[in-house]
Each structure stands twice: as structure tokens, then as C-alpha cells.
């Protein structure tokens, strides 16, 4: 499948939710990481915020979660602030994959994408059979029904992150962001964690994940948001964005930007770094 | 016996109600020795006489009858809801602190609670629904204090320096109240057998003061269940499910205050039970806090119960109180958790 494939497929779903921020600033403590930032995510789409650590990517979707208020400035989801909806009506909405979460000891695989229905069920309907189609429906599309009676801890880390998700997807929202997906595993599980998010977009899913690794992210992403220290450098499709001045702006180093023959992303070859970064003049 | 030996029969190890309903049949045999066996010169056969004549108006026998109904009867009820309290408070505190190790007698919630009731007792109060109150205040002080000292840096995250905290609140508490016991005689008499934690000389009067706040714990313990279990996956993943962590673990904390609060005002403090019982019903049930906290409930009460047959039995004529003997067990299987390779994770 090529680049343009995956756009033409997920472009198909105008109905899917955007994100967008009006003036967000978030800050831990005294310490503002975020200034009046006005950003928009298209919807039904795979957005990647990439950028060197400490740029506030992370600090970002923590924002757009809600697990951390703006100091000012609102989150809204398709066009509702986050910040006024009740949790429970966010949660049906938007899912969350924190950085590398940890199951309980012994945790099954069912067990933990059970979970995900908690934003459907109330104390008095704790289970209904819409919530054992959406447990099945999420087991099946991470391909892991077979491995349901499992213990997360006894999987590979590729399949472990698959279980996360499958309990994000479970949560049937529309929206989905993930933080750092991918950062914990080898080549091999990176690239079955990458197709499956992949894949959920053909269920009409906007999803937005924050990762490191920026060859990742042109390769896997539709759209593609480049932060330093608090701000966008820039954003749009990867092949349209990344250029040799921005991967200085961002990483200091200097790089040959080529195009993959076989899927038409941007390929970063010959990576070093740039003379002058070390007096600065990489920001 | 029967129903045990049926569920022991059940294909499914880890099936939760034929597991419960096991241990509720265990349970119902452990309470049944509690009243036959005793320190008094009532022996089995004699108590059993006396329990199968309870319901005819005349007995032959009125000293077993007596201390059948009147000693073992109401000592048994007092275990059966203080093992109770005891058993879900610490799976719940464990769950809350995310900390195998969090147990109300290591962290301080037990000796604050008794701290409490001696300065109670020393200011001249003993109504017993007093009494009943003011460990629950204590409890919840002695519970935010150890866990405002696991905010500070570095604590939180190790399950054994937060023991260590807690260990230094107890041991400051309690020798603050053996001071007052020191120097007031009057207190010191009201109190001296209830400070080591016992279910002797308890009544069944002792007991009616909980069951407000032991009805009201319950409810919110059902209320919590689930976001509980959602916590354990983590703050952040609890969020994303549309919980509320900080409101949860508040309310899991005024829960633990009324049932520690509640057993240390009916039985003194008694230790380890809240960290041997959840510790097996982890074992049996797996780490999910919905079923962890259904064993815990015939979990408790067999632990306190045949603790206290055991300290009926081991010096007779004499007691050896119950508080003495649960850290008798528990300090073992503390130290076989520490000991453990690893800490299990919650």
C-alpha cells in the first residue's frame, strides 16, 4: 500500500471527529511548556507529534486528555470544549494509551480489554451484551482472540501493546491518542503496533499518537505535527513537511532526505550531526 | 464440610463462587469450633449438648449454656464482622496505595485509632458508640498522616519505605498512649486488655454502635469497586476510563478509617490481618480488587476466628490475646513478602 492509498481510505470519513486547540497553554507547576497554541487535527486520519524530547509533545496530548488542565486556552473535540464534558462522556469519546502502562500481575488479556467498556457500564449495569460484542470486536481486530485467557505479562511486547489497545478500542470512541506507542520495542513489534494503528482507520478512528522516531512517523502517519520547545514548526503530510532545514531545526543533525521507492514516505539516510548545532543555532 | 468437599471437587481452580462458597463452608465449620472449643472447663461434647438444647426452654446444663451463649457466642460475631473489616480494609488500603505491603496495623491507621480512644478514655468518655467514633477519627488521622508522608518525594513509589513510615507513626502513637497509660491509672485499667487487641469479654451490645458506619462502608466499597480495579491499571489509564482517582482514593481512605476504626473500637488493634488475608485472596482469586475483596469477606473472619480458637488453646487456663497472636503469624508472612524476589505489583 502507498502513502497515497492510506490517505484515499481514510479520507473517506468526513463524519470522523477533529481536534482542534484555541489558545492552549499548559504548564506543570510554574514551568509553561505550552504557549496559546492553535492547532487543528484532521479527523479519521493518523496524526504524529514528533519532536526532540522535552519539546511538550507528551505534555501536548496530556493536555488534549485531559490529564492535565490548561492554564488557559481550551481543548475541543469536535468542537465541544473537553474541559466541560463529564468524564464519562469524554471517556465514550476519546480513549486514552499513556506511555508505557503497566497491567497487574496474572491480568488476563480479556480481562484487561474488559476494562475498556467502564465509560458504557454503571455500577447497577455492569455488563451487557453490547459490552461482550465490543470486548470481542476489540479482540478480534488486534488479533489477539486466541490469546485472550493469556496473562498480559506472559506476552511478547508487541502483543502486550496490542492488548492496551485492544482495551482503548474497546472503549468504541472515535477518537484515540497514544502516547509513544512504540518507544519500548524492538523493530519488529514497532511495525506490528504501526499496522494495526493503521488499520483502525479504516473503522473511521482519529487517531493521534506522539512518537519518537520520526521515520516511523512518515512512514505510518497521514498528517504529520513537528514541535520545539512549545511550538509547532511544522505541520501538514509527511512528504509535503519534512525537510533537510526542518530535521536540523528539530533534532540538530543533518540528514539526506530521500523518498521511499515502495511506499513514497520520506526517507531519512546519511543522519549526522550538524557542525554547528552545539552553540545553539539549532533552535 | 459438604459444600467444601463439592467445591473442591469443581473442574475450574479459580471459579469465584465456588471458591466462596468453599471458604464460607470453612468458615461455617471454624465457627462452629469457636463455640465448642474454649480455655473454661466446657469441653466439646458438653457445648455441644448446650448448643443443640439452645432453642428448648429448659437446659440441664446452664454453665454451658451460659458459656456457650454468653462468652463464645458473641466473641465469635465480633470476630466474624472485625475479621471482616479488617480483611477488606487492607485489600482496599493495598489497592489505594498500589502497595502489597499497605496494611492498617503496619501504617498506623490501627494505632491511630487507638491513640484516639485512650485520649478519649483519659478526657473521661466511654459510651460505647463514642468510642465507636472516635477510632474512626483516629483511623482517618492516622491514615492521612502516613499517607501525606508517602506524597513526599521518593516514598510513594517503594512499597517498603512506605511500611517504614508507617512503622515510625505506629511506634510513635503507641508509646504515646502506653505514656498516658503510664500516668492514668483509671485509663490504664479501662483499656489495658483492649490496647493488645482481644475479642474476650466482648458482648454483642459492643457490637450494634458499627453497624451504621459498617452499612455505610459497605455501600461505598460496592460504589467503588470498579473504578478501584480500574486504578490499578494506572492513574493516567484510569482517566482515559472516565474515573476519578483523586475522589476514589479519598473515598477509599474515609472507608478504611470507619472499618478499622470501627474493629479496633469492637476488638482493640489487631495487626497482620489486614496484610495476611488479601495477600491469600490475592493468591486464590488473582490480582483483580472485585474478587480479592468477595474472598476477603469468609477470608477475614476464618483468620481472626481460629486465631482466636488458637489463643483459647495454646496457654490454657489463661488467653493469649489475639493481637499477640495474628503478628505471631503475620510477622512471618510480611517477611516472606519482603523476602519474596519481587514485590508483586498492584
Not at chain 1, 494495526?196 to 504529520?224: E, F, P
Not at chain 1, 503530510?237 to 514516505?265: F, K, N, Q, S
Not at chain 2, 443443640?52 to 460475631?77: C, I, K, M
Request: glycine content about 10%; proline content about 6%.
Amino acid at each position: 500500500m502507498t502513502q497515497e492509498a492510506f490517505i484515499s481510505t481514510s479520507a473517506d470519513h468526513d463524519s470522523a471527529p477533529d481536534i482542534a486547540t484555541q489558545g492552549l497553554s499548559l504548564a506543570y507547576g510554574n514551568v509553561s511548556v505550552i504557549e496559546e497554541l492553535e492547532l487543528r487535527l484532521p479527523g479519521g486520519q493518523v496524526t504524529a507529534i514528533v519532536g526532540p524530547n522535552g519539546c511538550g509533545k507528551s505534555t501536548l496530548l496530556s493536555g488534549m486528555s485531559r490529564l492535565l488542565k490548561p492554564r488557559a486556552g481550551t481543548v475541543l473535540l469536535d468542537g465541544a470544549d473537553i474541559q466541560r464534558l463529564p468524564s464519562r462522556q469524554l471517556a465514550k469519546r476519546l480513549a486514552l494509551l499513556p506511555q508505557q502502562p503497566h497491567a497487574p500481575e496474572a491480568l488476563t488479556v480479556a480481562e484487561l480489554v474488559r476494562f475498556g467498556r467502564h465509560p458504557h457500564q454503571s455500577w447497577l449495569r455492569q455488563w451487557s451484551p453490547e459490552d461482550k460484542r465490543g470486548v470481542d470486536e476489540a479482540l478480534e481486530l488486534t488479533g489477539l482472540t486466541t490469546l485472550a485467557e493469556r496473562p498480559v505479562d506472559a506476552l511478547s511486547g508487541g502483543q502486550r501493546q496490542r492488548a492496551w489497545i485492544a482495551m482503548a478500542i474497546a472503549q468504541q470512541t472515535s477518537t484515540l491518542l497514544l502516547d509513544e506507542p512504540t518507544s519500548a520495542l524492538d523493530l519488529g513489534h514497532q511495525v506490528e503496533v504501526y499496522e494495526l494503528i493503521r488499520s483502525l482507520t479504516t473503522t473511521g478512528k482519529t487517531i493521534v499518537m506522539v512518537i519518537h522516531d520520526l521515520i516511523g512517523a512518515c512512514r505510518y502517519a497521514d498528517h504529520l505535527i513537528a514541535m520545539h520547545q512549545g511550538r509547532i514548526l511544522a505541520e501538514g503530510p509527511p512528504h509535503e513537511t519534512v525537510t533537510t532545514d526542518l530535521v536540523r531545526r528539530l533534532y540538530g543533525v543533518d540528514c539526506t532526505l530521500m523518498t521511499d521507492p515502495a511506499t513514497g514516505a520520506p526517507l531519512l539516510t546519511n543522519v549526522r550531526r550538524t557542525r554547528d548545532a552545539l552553540d545553539g543555532s539549532a533552535t | 464440610m459438604r459444600v467444601l468437599t463439592h467445591c473442591l471437587s469443581f473442574g475450574k481452580p479459580r471459579s469465584l463462587i465456588g471458591l466462596w462458597l468453599g471458604l464460607t463452608g470453612l468458615l461455617t465449620a471454624i465457627a462452629l469450633l469457636s463455640l465448642l472449643y474454649g480455655a473454661g472447663d466446657v469441653g466439646p461434647a458438653r457445648a455441644w449438648q448446650a448448643l443443640q438444647n439452645l432453642g428448648t426452654a429448659a437446659s440441664y446444663d446452664s454453665e454451658a449454656r451460659f458459656v456457650t451463649a454468653e462468652l463464645r457466642a458473641p466473641r465469635l460475631w465480633i470476630g466474624l464482622v472485625v475479621g471482616a473489616a479488617l480483611g477488606i480494609a487492607g485489600a482496599l488500603l493495598q489497592a489505594v496505595t498500589r502497595n502489597p505491603l499497605a496494611e492498617p496495623g503496619l501504617l498506623g491507621v490501627s494505632a491511630g485509632a487507638a491513640f484516639a480512644v485512650t485520649l478519649a478514655i483519659l478526657w473521661g468518655a466511654d459510651a460505647a458508640t463514642l468510642r465507636v467514633s472516635v477510632a474512626q477519627l483516629g483511623a482517618l488521622g492516622g491514615c492521612l498522616c502516613v499517607l501525606a508522608a508517602a506524597r513526599l518525594q521518593g516514598i510513594g513509589n517503594d512499597p517498603v519505605r512506605l511500611i517504614l513510615a508507617g512503622a515510625i507513626l505506629s511506634g510513635l502513637l503507641h508509646s504515646l498512649s502506653s505514656l498516658i497509660l503510664l500516668y492514668d491509672q483509671y485509663t490504664a485499667d479501662e483499656i489495658r486488655f483492649w490496647v493488645v487487641g482481644s475479642l474476650a469479654g466482648r458482648q454483642l451490645d459492643d457490637l450494634v454502635p458499627l453497624f451504621p458506619s459498617l452499612a455505610v462502608a459497605a455501600l461505598l466499597t460496592v460504589i467503588l469497586a470498579r473504578p478501584l480495579a480500574a486504578l490499578a491499571l494506572g492513574e493516567h489509564v484510569a482517566i482515559g476510563l472516565g474515573h476519578h482517582p483523586r475522589i476514589v482514593r479519598l473515598l477509599v481512605i474515609v472507608v478504611v478509617a470507619l472499618l478499622v476504626g470501627g474493629a479496633t473500637a469492637a476488638a482493640g488493634p489487631i495487626a497482620f490481618v489486614g496484610l495476611v488475608v488479601p495477600f491469600a485472596a490475592r493468591a486464590l482469586a488473582g490480582p483483580d480488587i472485585r474478587r480479592t475483596l468477595w474472598l476477603c469477606l469468609p477470608l477475614g473472619p476464618i483468620v481472626v476466628v481460629s486465631a482466636d480458637i488458637v489463643s483459647r488453646l495454646v496457654v490454657p487456663p489463661s488467653e493469649l490475646p489475639l493481637g499477640v497472636l495474628t503478628a505471631l503469624i503475620g510477622a512471618p508472612v510480611l517477611i516472606g513478602v519482603v523476602r519474596g524476589r519481587r514485590l508483586p505489583t498492584l
